[in-house]
């Protein structure tokens, strides 16, 4: 079944507004195609009933099912590896080292997904030689899609997901085996805070924050929405903060407040002094 050109601008000004979402013009199969299959699990005959749905009714769970099926949600255990690297050998020490009085450090993993990119930052933390006693180590978690953060909380990844990214020595050590499934241990989960967040809504309070991975979401926006984003992430980072995005993505010409940093083979975003 065709979605028709009307119905197609409504979707692509509807996951703009909403989630910041940028839908190309020639991306019209991949919109058919995500939401095929709310149109059969819902009942609608055609997308034209889906979409009118959508504009008639307030904003609710069938408008977040639509944002959520139109999200692209690849990740896996320590992506890219550099950038876990340059976190555990250059950045927590430097930060460390920084904090030393106050003992407090703040991550947050914005656009999240599953959770595999923030239980690799806390499995890093906890593999430090550092001896974090009286320390406050708080690791956020967020995605705008409340069906990947239940996953996330859940910590329960099939093997799969296990075999993309996660060493074994860790594996054996952080989780355990539960029905063909592999769980993180408690020490694990609970030092990440997982939350809904929407990036282009307004965002919960939160501390000033040392190190903000965002990787692989900017991509989806535009220029403008990364724009407002890293408006925001400016008033949240630390001056001593770190910022690291996603392969291809950078704030180079388009946010003239941060300047990049080589750190060993990741290239970082700092507030410029
Ligand atoms: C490709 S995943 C990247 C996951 C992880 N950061 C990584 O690099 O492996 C992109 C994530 O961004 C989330 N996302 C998309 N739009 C968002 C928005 N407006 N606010 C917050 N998260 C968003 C999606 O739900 C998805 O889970």
């Known amino acids: 079944m065709n979605i028709i050109c009307e119905d197609f601008n409504y979707i692509q000004y509807f996951l703009?507004?909403?989630?910041?979402?940028?839908?190309?013009?020639?991306?019209?199969y991949l919109v058919e195609s995500r939401l095929s299959p709310i149109l059969k699990n819902e009942g609608f005959s055609n997308y034209k009933d889906l979409i009118l749905k959508l504009k008639l009714e307030r904003f609710g769970d069938f408008h977040q099912k639509v944002i959520e099926a139109m999200t692209t949600n690849e990740t896996s255990f320590f992506r890219d590896s550099h950038p876990f690297e340059s976190f555990k050998n250059i950045i927590i020490p430097e930060l460390i080292e920084k904090k030393k009085l106050e003992r407090g450090l703040n991550i947050w993993s914005a656009a999240c997904s599953t959770g595999q990119e923030a239980y690799s930052l806390a499995m890093i933390i906890n593999e430090l030689s550092h001896n974090f006693y009286q320390w406050d180590i708080k690791i956020y978690a967020s995605d705008i899609s409340k069906e990947v953060i239940e996953k996330a909380e859940k910590g329960l990844y099939n093997q799969i997901e296990i075999n993309r990214g996660m060493p074994i020595s860790m594996l054996s050590k952080y989780f355990r085996n539960e029905n063909d499934h592999w769980k993180i241990k408690d020490e694990i989960k609970k030092m990440v805070?997982?939350?809904?967040v929407n990036l282009v809504c307004q965002w919960p309070d939160m501390p000033k924050q040392d190190v903000i991975f965002l990787r692989h979401v900017l991509i989806y926006f535009d220029l403008h929405t990364r724009r407002e984003i890293f408006d925001k992430i400016k008033k949240i980072l630390n001056p001593d903060g770190y910022l690291i995005l996603g392969v291809g993505e950078t704030t180079n010409?388009?946010?003239d407040s941060f300047e990049s940093v080589h750190i060993d083979k990741t290239?970082?975003?700092?507030?410029?002094?």
């Open 16 to 28: 703009k507004e909403k989630a910041g979402i940028a839908i190309e013009e020639d991306k019209r």
């Open 193 to 196: 805070n997982f939350m809904q």
């Open 253 to 255: 010409n388009i946010h």
């Open 267 to 273: 290239i970082c975003y700092r507030i410029k002094q």
